[in-house]
């Protein structure tokens, strides 16, 4: 008897299966690559935005050095005497570097805190290749170099993550509660968030990095304040709410309407800034 080869639906089910299984391959080898989009180079001096910062360099519990910028509170009048004040630590989400946060540590700075501003590993001029575990390293380091400052207030430092860099603060939060924590564009998990790129694939069993925040959320102990665009085409608002509605009180949810994921409305546009100040001051932060 002459054996058949498979049908037309047969052939294509198995193109298809090859196609995906390749692309899985693809992923599987290079995704962090398809996460992570440093702008690698030279970063700008932090006194071309504002005379009065600093640039820094924070050290990793595995021993890289990280370019930082730190834009202290301009603090009291000259001649009186300043008192440690309320302070931000920013988490960057998974583009470019420090200098695109810019617009948004001026306008903290403006509002009296004092800010800093970091590259992840593999960002900017830094050493290493970004990882979860590597950023949860890097935003320690931050945070361990924020709170050596005398003039920074350790009960009064705010987290702000933005995007990825949510994932990366709420983790930091877990280990070193902060006295309020902002998530802007925040994600439930990157497995949830690559689905809305890539529906068809088993993202839940090729990723390297996770970033579990809807399975972490739960055990914060900071309040808690998310951001979100009403358009935003990377991260969907409805996986910001979600991950609200799993976090304990008090919280509180804003969405920006006709906003997108890079919009600057989402960096430091007026009601951004307005709704996070507001939120500190009624958490005495400010």
Known sequence: ????????????????????????????????RLIYFPTRGPVPSVT???????????????GLRLGAW???????????????????LV?????????GRAPLALALQRAGFSVLLFDYRGYGENPGKPTEEGLALDAAAARAW?????????????????????AVSLRLALEHPPAALVLRSPFTSLADAGRVHYPYLPLHL????????????????????????????????????RLFDAAP????????????????????????????????REHSVL
């Open 1 to 32: 008897m002459t054996r058949r080869g498979p049908g037309k639906r047969g052939l294509a089910f198995v193109i298809v299966a090859l196609m995906l299984g390749g692309l899985a391959a693809t992923l599987w080898g290079q995704q962090r």
């Open 48 to 62: 071309t935005i504002a005379r009065d910062a600093q640039d820094v360099v924070l050290e990793t519990a595995d």
């Open 70 to 88: 730190y834009l202290p509170s301009r603090g009291p009048r000259p001649g009186t005497r300043a008192s440690p004040g309320p302070a931000i």
């Open 91 to 99: 988490c960057n989400g998974n583009g470019g570097d420090r200098s």
């Open 146 to 166: 924020l709170v050596a400052r005398p003039e920074v207030d350790p009960k009064r430092l705010v987290y702000f993550g933005e995007s990825l860099g949510g």
């Open 206 to 241: 090729l990723l390297l990095d996770r970033y579990p925040s809807i399975d972490r959320i739960a055990a914060l102990r900071a309040p808690l304040l998310v951001i979100a665009g009403d358009r935003d085409s990377v991260v969907p608002d409805t996986l910001s709410r």
């Open 249 to 280: 009180e008090p919280k509180k949810f804003v969405l920006i309407a006709d906003a997108d994921h890079n919009d600057r409305e989402l960096l430091d546009g007026t009601e951004l800034i307005g709704e996070t100040l507001k939120f500190l």
